[in-house]
C-alpha cells in the first residue's frame, strides 16, 4: 500500500510504503498526487518512507515504478529514502548516481533529518568581482541545477560591465553535484562561457580538480592554471597578472 501524507508544502510529498505495493497503488495513489503537485511547481521533493511492514512490490508495481521514473524523470528536486531495512538502503544508494537530482538515504531514527534535508539548500555559487577583468566564482557544499541558474545571470550580469574575463574557480569547500542535472548545469555554464575566457585558475585540494584544470589546459592552452588551497592568494595575483 501507499500513502501520501499532505504537507503545507505543495511541492513536498511524503510517501509511505507499507504491506505489498501493486500497480493500482501507483496508479491509483502515487501517480495522481505527484500529477497534481506538478501541475503548481516546476518541480517536486519527496520523502519516501520504507518502514518495517514494507514486503515489496509486484511485478506490475515494478513496471509502474519504471514508467514513473522515466515518464516525470525531469520533475523530481531531490529525493530522501527513510528506512532501516539494509535491502532498500542498498537499492537507493546503487540508483542515485543515475538520477537526474539528489538522493538520500536516512535510517528511520533520522526522519527529522530527512524533512530539514529535503528543505534546506544545499549549496551554493558565490560569484565575486575580483576587480579589472577577473571574477571569482566559488562553489560551496552540494550544489544543484537552481543555483547554476542564479550563478549564470549574476555572472553575466557582471561581465556585461567588464572588458575581458578572467575567472578564479574557488573549491575549496566544494562537495560535488547532487545529481546529473547538476552536472549537465556546470558543463552548460561552462561552454557559454567558455569563449570569453581568457585565462582561469582553479584553487582546491581534490585530484578530481587538478585532473579538471589538465583538461581545460588543452582547451585554454596555458592559460590555466592549479593552485592548492593554501596558495589562494598566489591564484589571484596570477589571474590578475600580465
Known sequence: MIAIH?????ALLEI???GEVSSTDYTNTLVPAIEA??????????LVIVGPKFKGYDLGAAWEDTKLGLSHWRGFDRIAVVTDKAWAKTGARLAAPLMPCPVQVFEMSQLDE???WLRESLGAIHVVDLGGP???VSLLGKVDPKEYEEAEASLDSLLSQKEGFRLLI?????????GLSALAAHFR?????IGMLDRAAIVGDKAWQHMAQRVARHILGTRTQYFPS??????KTWLASG
Do not use: I
Request: charged residues 35%; negative net charge.
Open 170 to 178: 574557488d573549491l575549496r569547500e566544494f562537495d560535488g553535484w547532487q
Open 16 to 18: 509511505e510504503l507499507t
Open 134 to 136: 577577473c571574477v571569482q
Open 189 to 193: 555554464l561552462a561552454r557559454n562561457h
Open 6 to 10: 499532505k504537507t503545507s508544502d505543495g
Open 230 to 235: 593554501e596558495e589562494y592568494e598566489e591564484a
Open 37 to 46: 503537485a506538478l501541475q503548481e511547481h516546476d518541480q517536486v521533493r519527496m
Open 114 to 116: 530527512a524533512r530539514l
